[in-house]
Nanobody, 127 residues
Framework: QVQLAESGGGSVQAGGSLRLSCAAS????????MGWFRQAPGKEREGVGS????????LYADSVKGRFTVSKDNAKKLLILQMNSLRPEDTAMYYC????????????????????WGQGTQVTVSS
């Protein structure tokens, strides 16, 4: 079983920051692109950001670009989502996901291109 475990969610005031982490197997971490998604009640799942296995290429949704950063902590083997300047509209359940195929040089923020998902961690931003 491919297991992804998110952590770091919580409640924060607008303008604050949170750092989410996703623990994955070494195989997943080293061979698949990975992404962060979020879903708020009544809204569709939205891709937030993704990163290639090497960590040198990232992709972001326009809604978070400049505020959020996807990175990889190679020392701890974690996928990271650093969220700064948080807004109430960022409130959602955040999910870590693994790309559906071995990385071949391309990736996307389309949920259909990811096949394993974590259980999610809740982020709530209050104004």
């Amino acid at each position: 079983q491919v297991q992804l475990a998110e952590s770091g969610g919580g409640s924060v005031q607008a303008g604050g920051s949170l750092r989410l982490s996703c623990a994955a197997s070494e195989y997943t971490y080293s061979n698949y692109y990975m992404g962060w998604f979020r879903q708020a009640p009544g809204k569709e799942r939205e891709g937030v950001g993704s990163i290639n296995p090497g960590g040198g290429i990232t992709l972001y949704a326009d809604s978070v670009k400049g505020r959020f950063t996807v990175s990889k902590d190679n020392a701890k083997k974690l996928l990271i989502l650093q969220m700064n300047s948080l807004r109430p509209e960022d409130t959602a359940m955040y999910y870590c996901a693994r790309g559906g195929t071995l990385y071949d040089g391309s990736m996307s923020l389309k949920s259909r291109n990811y096949n394993y998902w974590g259980q999610g961690t809740q982020v709530t931003v209050s104004s």
